[in-house]
C-alpha cells in the first residue's frame, strides 16, 4: 500500500485573496492596467553590444536569457546536483533541476497576479543555481572552506552562478537577469523585500567582488527589480515545503506533526498556496514584496525547524559527512597540484578547460590560467555533480579504501515473510 505519511499532519485552511485584492485585480485587468513597477523589455542592459542579441518579436529579450541559459552545459548538470540529501539512490527526491522548475512556476504564478515580466522572472529562475556546487549547502560550505584557506576569499553560489552566466560561458546575459541571480539568496528571510540600485554592471562587479571579500556582504545584497524579488521569496517557498517532503519519503521524519504554525501550514501545498495568496496580498501594485507580520513569524520558524530536524540530522551526516569532508580536501588539493604544474594530462584541463574552449565563446585559456589555480580549481569542483565528483575522486585515488556508501534502491526494504 501507498504511505500516507503525506497526511499525517493536521490540516490548516488555504488562504484567499483578500475580497479587495481580488476586486482591483479584475477591474484592472479589465481596463489594460500595467504596473508601474514592471520591468519592461525595452530597458534591458547587457554588457556586450551585440546586433544577434536584439529582442525580436518572437525571442523579446528575456527569453533570450532563458534560452541562453538553458544551454549552457551548467544547466544540465542541475539534474545530478543534490539539493537537500546526498548519497541517496531515490528517483523521487527533489534534485536541484526540479528545484529551479518549482522556483520558476512559483515565482510565475506570483509574478503574473501581480502583473510583473514573467519572461524575467523565469530566466532569474532557471539561472539562479547555475553556480551550485555537487552536494549541496554541505559542498558549497566545503569548497568554501578550501577556496578561503588557500585565498582569503569566500565562495557563494549565488556570486558564482553570475560568473558561470556572464564569464565562464560568456553569453552576455542582460544585467536585470545577473542582478535577480545574484540576489536571489532565500536563506535570509525578510518580511519585506525593497528594491536594490544596481544599475549597471559596474555595479554588479563591485557587489561581486565585495561578496567574495566580506561573507556578511551576501546578507545585504537586494534585487533591483520586482521580479528578482518574486525570484527570492519563491525559492524559499519552493524547498519549505518539497523537503519536508522528501524527509517523509527517506524516512527522515515518520510525520509533519513535530512542526509548528500557524497558518502558513505544514505540508507543501498548503505552505505554497498560503505564501503565495498572502505575498499577492499584502504586494499588489506596490513597489515591494511583502508578507504579512504572521506568516513572516511561521516562516523563520518554519525555516528553523526544518533546519533542526532536517538539515542537522540529514542531507550529508556523520561518517558520510565526514569522508565527504576529506573528500573535498584531497581534490582540492590535488587539482591544484595539477593546475600550478600545468598537467595537461589532468582532468582540470582535458574536461574542465576543454569544456570552456568548446562551449564559451571566444574562451581565452592563457588569460584563464592567469587567474590562478585557486580561481580554475573552485570553477571546476563548483562545476561538477554529485557522481562526476566521486568519480573523479576514485580516479585520483584509486588506492583510497575508505569510500562512502550510497543508500540504494533496496536498501530500506525489509525481508518478505511468509
Same mark, same amino acid.
Given at each position: 500500500?501507498?504511505?500516507?505519511?503525506? #497526511?499525517?499532519?493536521?490540516?490548516?485552511?488555504?488562504?484567499?485573496?483578500?475580497?479587495?485584492?481580488?476586486?482591483?485585480?479584475?477591474?484592472?485587468?479589465?481596463?489594460?492596467?500595467?504596473?508601474? /513597477?514592471?520591468?519592461?523589455?525595452?530597458?534591458?542592459?547587457?554588457?556586450?553590444?551585440?546586433? !544577434?542579441?536584439?529582442?525580436?518579436?518572437?525571442?523579446?529579450?528575456?527569453?533570450?536569457?532563458?534560452?541562453?541559459?538553458?544551454?549552457?552545459?551548467?544547466?544540465?548538470?542541475?539534474?545530478?546536483?543534490?539539493?537537500?540529501?546526498?548519497?541517496?539512490?531515490?528517483?523521487?527526491?527533489?534534485?536541484?533541476?526540479? #528545484?529551479?522548475?518549482?522556483?520558476?512556476?512559483?515565482?510565475?504564478?506570483?509574478?503574473?497576479?501581480?502583473?510583473?515580466? &514573467?519572461?524575467?522572472? *523565469?530566466?532569474?529562475?532557471?539561472?539562479?543555481?547555475?553556480? !551550485?556546487?555537487?552536494?549541496?549547502?554541505?559542498?558549497?560550505?566545503?569548497?568554501? $572552506?578550501?577556496?578561503?584557506? #588557500?585565498?582569503?576569499?569566500?565562495?557563494? #553560489?549565488?556570486?558564482?552562478?553570475?560568473?558561470?552566466?556572464? +564569464?565562464?560561458?560568456?553569453?552576455?546575459?542582460?544585467?536585470?537577469?545577473?542582478?535577480?541571480?545574484?540576489?536571489?539568496?532565500?536563506?535570509?528571510?525578510?518580511?519585506?523585500?525593497? =528594491?536594490?540600485?544596481?544599475?549597471?554592471?559596474?555595479?554588479?562587479?563591485?557587489?561581486?567582488?565585495?561578496?567574495?571579500?566580506?561573507?556578511?556582504? &551576501?546578507?545585504? =545584497?537586494?534585487?533591483?527589480?520586482?521580479?528578482?524579488? %518574486?525570484?527570492?521569496?519563491?525559492?524559499?517557498?519552493?524547498?519549505?515545503?518539497?523537503?519536508?517532503?522528501?524527509? =517523509?519519503?527517506?524516512?527522515?521524519?515518520?510525520?509533519?506533526?513535530?512542526?509548528?504554525?500557524?497558518?502558513?501550514?505544514?505540508?507543501?501545498?498548503?505552505?505554497?498556496?498560503?505564501?503565495? &495568496?498572502?505575498?499577492?496580498?499584502?504586494?499588489?501594485?506596490?513597489?515591494?514584496?511583502?508578507?504579512?507580520?504572521? %506568516?513572516? $513569524?511561521?516562516?523563520?520558524?518554519?525555516?528553523?525547524?526544518?533546519? *533542526?530536524?532536517?538539515?542537522?540530522?540529514?542531507?550529508?551526516?556523520?561518517?558520510?559527512?565526514?569522508?565527504?569532508? *576529506?573528500?573535498?580536501?584531497?581534490? +582540492?588539493?590535488?587539482?591544484?597540484?595539477?593546475? *600550478?604544474?600545468?598537467?595537461?594530462?589532468?582532468?582540470?584541463?582535458?574536461?574542465? &578547460?576543454?569544456?570552456?574552449?568548446?562551449?564559451?565563446?571566444?574562451?581565452?585559456?592563457?588569460? /584563464?590560467?592567469?587567474?590562478?589555480?585557486?580561481?580554475?580549481?573552485?570553477?571546476?569542483?563548483?562545476?561538477?555533480?554529485?557522481?562526476?565528483?566521486?568519480?573523479?575522486?576514485?580516479?585520483?585515488?584509486?588506492?583510497?579504501?575508505?569510500?562512502?556508501?550510497?543508500?540504494? +534502491?533496496?536498501?530500506?526494504?525489509?525481508?518478505?515473510?511468509?
Amino acid at each position: 500500500m501507498p504511505s500516507s505519511k503525506l #497526511h499525517t499532519a493536521p490540516a490548516y485552511p488555504y488562504l484567499e485573496l483578500s475580497p479587495n485584492v481580488e476586486h482591483a485585480i479584475e477591474e484592472d485587468r479589465r481596463n489594460g492596467w500595467v504596473n508601474p /513597477y514592471r520591468f519592461d523589455d525595452e530597458n534591458v542592459k547587457r554588457r556586450i553590444f551585440n546586433p !544577434h542579441d536584439a529582442a525580436t518579436l518572437t525571442r523579446p529579450a528575456f527569453i533570450r536569457d532563458i534560452e541562453k541559459i538553458l544551454n549552457v552545459p551548467a544547466y544540465n548538470r542541475y539534474a545530478g546536483k543534490t539539493q537537500v540529501f546526498s548519497f541517496v539512490a531515490n528517483d523521487d527526491i527533489c534534485r536541484r533541476g526540479l #528545484h529551479v522548475q518549482l522556483v520558476s512556476r512559483i515565482a510565475r504564478t506570483i509574478g503574473a497576479t501581480l502583473g510583473l515580466n &514573467i519572461d524575467l522572472i *523565469e530566466a532569474i529562475a532557471l539561472g539562479h543555481d547555475v553556480g !551550485h556546487t555537487p552536494f549541496g549547502h554541505v559542498g558549497e560550505r566545503y569548497l568554501n $572552506e578550501q577556496y578561503h584557506e #588557500h585565498t582569503g576569499l569566500y565562495f557563494n #553560489h549565488n556570486v558564482h552562478s553570475v560568473r558561470v552566466l556572464d +564569464y565562464l560561458y560568456s553569453r552576455n546575459v542582460s544585467l536585470q537577469t545577473l542582478d535577480g541571480v545574484l540576489c536571489h539568496n532565500g536563506e535570509f528571510a525578510q518580511q519585506v523585500l525593497q =528594491l536594490g540600485d544596481t544599475d549597471s554592471f559596474d555595479v554588479l562587479d563591485s557587489l561581486v567582488d565585495a561578496c567574495e571579500k566580506d561573507y556578511t556582504t &551576501i546578507k545585504s =545584497l537586494r534585487p533591483s527589480t520586482l521580479e528578482g524579488c %518574486v525570484v527570492r521569496v519563491s525559492d524559499m517557498i519552493a524547498y519549505l515545503g518539497k523537503d519536508r517532503n522528501d524527509a =517523509l519519503s527517506l524516512g527522515v521524519l515518520d510525520s509533519l506533526d513535530c512542526f509548528e504554525c500557524t497558518v502558513i501550514g505544514l505540508d507543501n501545498a498548503t505552505i505554497i498556496n498560503n505564501l503565495t &495568496i498572502d505575498i499577492i496580498n499584502n504586494s499588489y501594485g506596490k513597489d515591494h514584496i511583502c508578507m504579512s507580520r504572521n %506568516v513572516f $513569524e511561521d516562516v523563520k520558524k518554519a525555516k528553523q525547524q526544518n533546519n *533542526e530536524l532536517i538539515y542537522e540530522r540529514e542531507g550529508m551526516s556523520g561518517d558520510s559527512s565526514e569522508l565527504a569532508h *576529506e573528500m573535498f580536501v584531497e581534490l +582540492y588539493d590535488c587539482l591544484l597540484a595539477d593546475v *600550478e604544474k600545468r598537467d595537461e594530462a589532468s582532468p582540470v584541463f582535458r574536461h574542465h &578547460i576543454a569544456n570552456l574552449v568548446n562551449n564559451s565563446r571566444g574562451f581565452d585559456v592563457e588569460a /584563464y590560467l592567469d587567474e590562478g589555480p585557486n580561481r580554475i580549481v573552485c570553477d571546476y569542483i563548483a562545476s561538477m555533480t554529485d557522481d562526476y565528483f566521486m568519480e573523479l575522486h576514485r580516479y585520483k585515488f584509486p588506492s583510497r579504501e575508505k569510500r562512502i556508501d550510497i543508500r540504494d +534502491y533496496c536498501s530500506r526494504l525489509k525481508p518478505l515473510t511468509n
